[in-house]
């Protein structure tokens, strides 16, 4: 929502038109009301998570009216230095965000009523006014040995590479056909394993790429000067071809490594949302049925 240049899709969009006037805790109830937000959050937790949030809530609740009523029943003016002094502010165990926007760096803590600004920054080193703050915060809570996650939301490299592939076959392209009637330049190529047929779009629909987008691919200034010579020394011209040939096997290497990252965290998602609540609660029930259960708290007590 704080970065103009995401295509957010329809769905978020319209969203974020309809909420940009509204304060903040209002903001907060139509994203907790709003089913196409919350379908895709459940999508990731299982049943036992909603039924533990529900419990936490309803934990929540029945506290606030235990301690409405113990507040009414007291006197009206305890006596003095009978109350304790509680915390300013309690930080919960709950996720903290900082964001760049608009020239400054901002602090999203659920717990605050608005964002805080940390203050200027530019957008290639924002994160160095964000780290101290990181780190204090840590620092506070060391002696209470609470754990900290910290998570980076980020783009995904492999259009990045994907592009990437795509010039650098476009540049090798282009120098072979430059090349084509150069018997020397030739013979070195051909000793040259194949790494990918340009022509073959099963070998290319791998990395996400048509024949077309490599046709019409911008390659490097440096090729462009290169082919604009009438004469190319074929030693300047393999070492060109050798360069690029590189760049292309380290894309090639890199979009495989994350596609296999992508895939391994898909799968992940996928186990951790395999629900065993239905089955354990059938077999317990069955235990029950059978006297079993009876039986164990008899011999625990």
Known sequence: M??????????????????????????????????????????????????????????????????????????????????????????????????????????????????????????????????????????????????????????STLPHLSQTITIMLAAIRLIQTRMKGDTVFNDIVCADEQLLDVHNQTQLAEFHIHLSEVESAEVPMELKSALSRLHWPVEEAYEMYQRFRAKLKAAMDEFRFELMFTEEDERRVRGRKRDYGGALHCWVKKLAEKGVLADIIRMSS
């Not at 506290?63 to 915390?87: E, L, Q, T, V």
Request: glycine share 6%; with cysteine.
């Open 2 to 155: 704080n970065a103009p240049e995401i295509d957010l899709g329809e769905q978020l969009t319209d969203f974020k038109e309809a909420t940009k006037e509204i304060d903040t805790s209002l903001r907060g109830h139509r994203i907790s009301s709003n089913s196409f937000i919350r379908t895709i959050h459940n999508s990731f937790t299982r049943r036992m998570d909603h039924l533990n949030a529900d419990l936490c809530l309803r934990n929540d609740f029945d506290d606030a009216n235990s301690n409405a009523k113990k507040k009414n029943s007291s006197r009206k003016f305890p006596a003095r230095g009978s109350g304790r002094k509680r915390p300013a502010y309690e930080y919960g165990y709950h996720f903290i965000a900082y964001v760049f926007s608009n020239g400054y760096v901002w602090e999203l803590d659920g717990l605050r009523t608005n964002p805080y600004k940390l203050g200027p920054s530019d957008e290639k080193d924002w994160t160095a006014v964000a780290r101290p703050q990181i780190e204090a915060r840590m620092l506070q809570y060391e002696g209470s040995q609470l754990s900290f996650n910290l998570l980076a939301v980020c783009r």
